[in-house]
């Protein structure tokens, strides 16, 4: 397969898509990147790599993080973690409040925000200095000791976010957060600020492709099961209320970000990340999620 070929044909159908849509800026600190970037990065487990366009620019991987979390809950937790949180798709925003309030503080999934807020403050209760752990587990993940969180846009973020502040309250009500909501929500901004690059992202992926290996790195173990079924997870809940249409437009399990990233694994394939700031309005990149349906489309190789 000559994926160089299909990414740069790729990259260029999206053409006219750049300028469509509107790069997130709840988080003000968001609003300042140069919307008019984009990149894709693929890695297959053979070990090629293939890249088009920013691909070595970093930035904030945002919701991309909950998949790093869940690596780290589950290994940490195994299936205790299914009783604070569920496992199906939400059908509903990333951030939405009544589905918790209706669901008694259990959120559906760990892929929305308030199931990443539980994951946030199981993290807290386990390690002594989460924001330590869960970096240098990042950087083994993507082979790279200079990623950072920014704490900025952490700052930002926490200074700002009103309805993730809503829905730790929320949670705590239910008994679901056993740290301070302060010190929990603060953890989940520095994950959400960690910035990365496409080609980081595809490294960092990678081991999700490669269920059949044992999941080894920087202290969190997985086995090849729960690995697969975080892709499951990934297949259904990757991408909140779009999550079906991501499935039947692109057909691989993924995860996007409100910085406009998109990483996705085609199982025992390749990972490949895409990244373009402007964003429809579920909340995905508009460029990436035209960008990995043109590429399953154009190989014919999805997980269906
Ligand atoms: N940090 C963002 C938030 O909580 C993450 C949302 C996202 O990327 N979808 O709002």
Known sequence: MNYQRILEQVINQTDPLVAVGHQADYIPAL?????????????????????????????????????????????LEGDNLWTRMGKEPSGTAFNSLFQLELEHGVPRNPFINAGAIVMADILVSHMLDP???FLAFVRRLAANETINYNRLVAFSERSTGYMNAAIANLLKYHGNIHNNIERVLQFYCM????????????????PFADHLRPFSFGGVELTSSQVKRMNAIMQTCGFYDEAGEFSYLVGLPGKSGVGGGIAAIHPQHYAVAVWSPRLNEKGNSVVGMKALELLT????????
Do not use: W
């Not at 609003?31 to 904030?60: K, M, W």
């Open 31 to 75: 609003a300042e990147v140069n919307p008019d970037q984009r990149g894709i990065c693929l890695h297959t487990l053979s070990g090629e790599q293939y890249a088009v366009g920013d691909s070595d620019v970093r930035f904030s991987i945002q919701s991309i993080s909950k998949v790093f979390a869940l690596a780290m809950a589950l290994s």
């Open 297 to 304: 489309t154009e190989t014919k190789e999805s997980i269906f």
């Open 191 to 206: 994950m959400c600020s960690i910035e990365m690059s496409c080609n980081e992202l595809a490294t960092a992926f990678l």
């Open 131 to 133: 924001e330590h752990d």
